[in-house]
């Protein structure tokens, strides 16, 4: 996480750059931080390299490359103008491109086999009763995967919506309520930017191990937990496994989803407990740091009140139930009996097809047949791909996205400081009665507190007058704004009689 420090010194230049911090890099001489700074502000965009690993999922230019239409997850900031029945990136039209060849040619060789007659008085045609009998069983079929796969799917998003949650309210509680210990303002300052980072850390951390990488070189990882002893670091360090790359038939193979091509997405975890190195739980280990470090603050009476403390608690709490959650929707999928009987059923039911639109279609069975399997192994084929909401699929959850929300959100935290409320409350700009007075919190300080009292009394009259007006055709509060260029320039000024109600017109001057 990024945090700006403070650049209100009088001696600085005003045109200089903000200085940031950047977790996990020890350099040493401003010029070597200036530097870096004006490199990661000023880096042409079309430089695939950033400062930010958390942005890296996002696309700099406006066109696909042919991989983003087999690899996600999809980015959903982006903003397509197809229409919703056009649009390639998302869809399952990939990974339907073989089965859909398959269909193709075991139609052709159908309707050849009787059209043809390659075999005298052949026909392969049959009567339309198995296609209505048939129909029904795998339409429930397709129902039943569709809706689990789905519910699996909004169930992880849920969690990591709390996740979100419950990052926020920790967050807050260690940068707004965690007192720094008088004379060693800096290092209790440092010290709560390190729990936050670690908060971003664990999100990290959750990320990677639902998605089966336990280790700790990641990009938008090492720089966080470099610092911790954890497992799996140790486990990085003693390169266990250095995963390859995949060769041109095992990567193209992997694109169109076909199941001999792909890998074992556990690979990397197996191969660690056959050489017998213990990868450990990394996101929890992380929450065990953040919890020492909350567990310190109270007894150094720098979070002193129960109400904190057990708000503080709650949320490790919950922080630690959504990764339990998450990898319960993980490692619970829909029964392999299951699965493997409605591959069964849909395909049976596709393979049968030819035979029973050929008596009335022709050759046209053959494009009818690639229609309806379209449709049919589609529902299939989506069901599979959502049943897993933490991979790298298009259509599955954007991981990526959620953890970069989280560090702006903790960001958008730390970018002020703690303030007392009378800085902010006690300002020439604080319009306590907006919209119906523009006078400032002074400005009313200065009058009598039956004023405010009586202004009070006749707000609500006045919000009804101003609706009434309103409702009325060619009311004046529309045309005559008294303040050119605010959206709330009709409501009228509290310090301004209403004539037609006697009882408002004791406003204050």
């Not at 990136?89 to 339907?96: E, Q, R, Y």
């Amino acid at each position: 996480m990024l945090q700006w420090e403070n650049s209100g010194s009088p001696s600085r230049d005003p045109n200089a750059l903000p200085q940031l911090n950047i977790p996990g890099r020890d350099r040493s001489g401003s010029e070597s931080d200036e530097k870096t700074i004006a490199e990661s502000l000023h880096t042409s965009t079309s430089h695939p390299q950033t400062s930010n690993p958390f942005g890296f999922h996002r696309r700099r230019n406006t066109k696909l490359k042919v991989d983003d239409y087999f690899q996600g997850p999809r980015d959903i900031v982006k903003h397509s103008k197809w229409p919703v029945f056009l649009q390639m990136h998302g869809s399952i039209m990939p990974k339907m491109l073989i089965p859909m060849i398959i269909v193709g040619a075991w139609s052709a060789l159908v309707c050849s086999f009787t059209l043809l007659h390659w075999v005298e008085g052949a026909n392969l045609g049959i009567d339309s009763l198995l296609l209505t009998v048939t129909g029904f069983v795998v339409a429930s079929a397709l129902s039943l995967r569709s809706s689990t796969a789905y519910e699996r799917y909004a169930e992880g998003r849920r969690y990591w919506g709390q996740l979100t949650l419950n990052c926020q309210t920790l967050g807050r509680v260690i940068w707004l309520h965690v007192r720094n210990r008088p004379g060693e303002e800096k290092e209790s300052l440092l010290e709560k930017l390190t729990a936050m980072n670690l908060l971003v850390a664990y999100c990290v951390a959750l990320k990677h191990k639902l998605r089966f990488e336990p280790y700790t070189h990641y990009e938008d990882l090492q720089d966080l937990v470099e610092h911790l002893d954890t497992l799996g670091k140790t486990a990085t360090e003693s390169g266990v496994f250095e995963p390859k790359e995949p060769n041109f038939f095992k990567a193209v193979g992997e694109r169109l989803g076909l199941n001999f091509a792909t890998s074992n997405p556990r690979k990397v975890i197996k191969r660690a407990r056959e050489e017998g190195v213990p990868l450990g739980n990394l996101p929890l280990e992380i929450l065990c740091y953040i919890a020492s470090y909350i567990d310190d603050k109270i007894e150094e009476t720098t979070l002193p009140s129960p109400g904190l403390q057990t708000v503080a608690w709650a949320a490790i709490t919950a922080i630690n139930d959504c990764m339990v959650n998450t990898e319960r929707v993980l490692n619970t999928p829909l029964p392999i009996a299951y699965s493997i009987a409605i591959s069964q059923i849909t395909w049976v039911y596709v393979l049968l097809l030819p035979f029973q639109l050929l008596p009335r279609l022709g050759w046209v069975t053959i494009p009818a047949n690639m229609l309806a399997a379209y449709i049919i192994l589609g529902l299939l084929f989506i069901g599979r791909e959502v049943e897993n909401p933490f991979g790298n699929d298009v259509n599955d959850l954007p991981l990526e996205l959620f953890c970069e929300n989280i560090v702006e959100d903790l960001q958008a935290i730390t970018s002020r400081p703690r303030r007392k409320a009378k800085e902010w409350i006690h300002s020439d700009r604080n319009k306590v009665l907006f919209p119906h007075s523009h006078s400032n919190f002074h400005s009313w300080v200065s009058r009598p507190e039956e004023s405010i009292t009586r202004a009070l009394r006749n707000r609500p009259l006045r919000s009804a007058h101003v609706e009434q007006s309103l409702s009325r055709p060619g009311s004046s509060h529309t045309k005559n704004p008294s303040r050119p260029g605010t959206t709330n320039a009709h409501y009228p000024s509290i310090a301004s009689p209403i004539k037609t109600r006697p009882t408002v017109s004791e406003s204050i001057v």
